[in-house]
């Protein structure tokens, strides 16, 4: 599964990506998942870490998930790009995520979201026209709003709360 997993990530750096549906990222169970999947909902793509100031933010995802998760697709990317505050490895972050906040919404494995190893989402994400702003990420749990539409429509940084009304009102 790895292996496949791992030419879908290939595949989608060789060629230019135009749409989120463009990529596919591995779960943190080492599950292949393309973002054209989730063609038809809202997609919120958040970077995570378990050890941060924001990592109590995890609660209000997971009730995002389960208020909204019809329409709406919720997607922690573990990593560790910011003072080292995610754990060693997939297993950790998933029984961390699972045992302290009931986490049953999609996570990646651990990426990097900025830096020479950018995850090719990421370095996408960053690079997009919004209503918000663009450039690198700068600190954990900042927030990434894409329509039923495919396109992002907004970005929030860490300190906006998950069910905060600007959140929350454009789902």
Not at 72 to 83: A, E, H, K, Q, R
């Amino acid at each position: 599964m790895k292996i496949i997993a791992s030419i879908m990530l290939l595949a989608t750096m060789l060629s230019p990506a135009t749409s989120i549906y463009d990529f596919s990222f591995t779960s943190i169970d080492g599950k292949a998942v393309n973002m054209s999947d989730f063609r038809g909902k809202s997609i919120l793509i958040v970077n995570t870490a378990s050890k941060c100031g924001f990592t109590k933010q995890y609660k209000d995802l997971q009730a995002l998930h389960e208020q909204y998760g019809d329409d709406l697709v919720v997607i922690g990317f573990p990593s560790d790009n910011f003072g080292g505050q995610e754990l060693d490895n997939n297993v950790e972050i998933q029984n961390f995520c699972e045992r302290n906040y009931g986490v049953t919404f999609l996570l990646s494995e651990k990426i990097d979201v900025k830096g020479d190893n950018i995850n090719p989402l990421f370095k996408f994400l960053t690079t997009q026209e919004n209503n918000d702003f663009t450039g690198d990420i700068n600190w954990n749990f900042e927030k990434f709003l894409i329509n039923k539409d495919g396109k992002l429509i907004h970005r929030y940084r860490s300190r906006i709360n998950p069910l905060d009304k600007a959140i929350v009102s454009n789902l």
